[in-house]
């Protein structure tokens, strides 16, 4: 085993857990989970058999990742957020047939006590804000605030905002690292410095 795993965790047979993970106080992985290298899996965190993580993922305390849910490298969890992966559950209704999938794409931020509402897709480096409830797909990059979440504007892979209206031709440079980003429309993109 190459990674650490605490006394009180449990990790059930099958999982796979890559180099220089760290499983805390509580946490129960199911095993059919596939969980990269260097993952943080903060206390008291449910990992689902139908659930991949990719590598450098951070899980606050008190995340329950359910099955049909992806999140790319280096996706933020807060502590306490929610993913869904039913849309319209009942105790007295089965429905483990109607699972949608919900992906997080890489560096996302989702901020504590989030809500995913299950069937979306989070952009790459998009950022949704302490409490917000997501219903519907995010771009990359963008801010994302209250309930229904609504855009608010873009932020930089660094995780700063950006000067940038919601929409329209601009450009903006993080302050942080000297990247350029250029909106086009209602798509921001990095751009990649000349070879």
């Not at 805390?24 to 993580?53: D, E, M, P, Y």
């Not at 790319?72 to 949608?100: A, D, Q, W």
């Not at 950006?162 to 450009?171: F, I, K, S, V």
Request: net charge negative; charged share 15%; glycine share 12%.
């Amino acid at each position: 085993m190459d990674y650490y795993l605490h006394p009180s965790a449990i990790v059930d047979e099958g999982a796979q857990i890559g180099a220089g993970s760290r499983v805390w106080h509580f946490t129960h992985v199911c095993g059919g989970a596939r969980i990269g290298s260097g993952v943080s899996l903060g206390q008291n965190v449910f990992v689902g058999n139908k659930v991949v993580i990719g590598d450098r993922c951070k899980i606050q305390n008190n995340v329950s990742v359910y099955d049909n849910v992806t999140l790319k490298e280096g996706v933020f969890c807060g502590p306490s957020m929610v993913f869904t992966n039913v849309y319209n559950p009942r105790s007295l209704i089965e429905r483990k047939n109607e699972f949608r999938d919900t992906v997080v794409n890489q560096g996302a931020t989702l901020g504590a006590n989030c809500t995913i509402v299950c069937g979306v897709t989070i952009g790459e480096f998009a950022f949704v804000g302490a409490g917000a409830v997501i219903n519907r797909d995010v771009p990359a990059y963008a801010l994302m605030v209250g309930v229904p979440a609504r855009q608010v504007g873009w932020m930089s892979e660094f995780g700063e905002q950006l000067n940038l209206p919601l929409e329209g031709h601009a450009e903006d440079v993080c302050a942080h690292t000297g990247t350029r980003y250029v909106l086009d429309g209602r798509t921001l993109q990095r751009q990649e410095a000349a070879a």
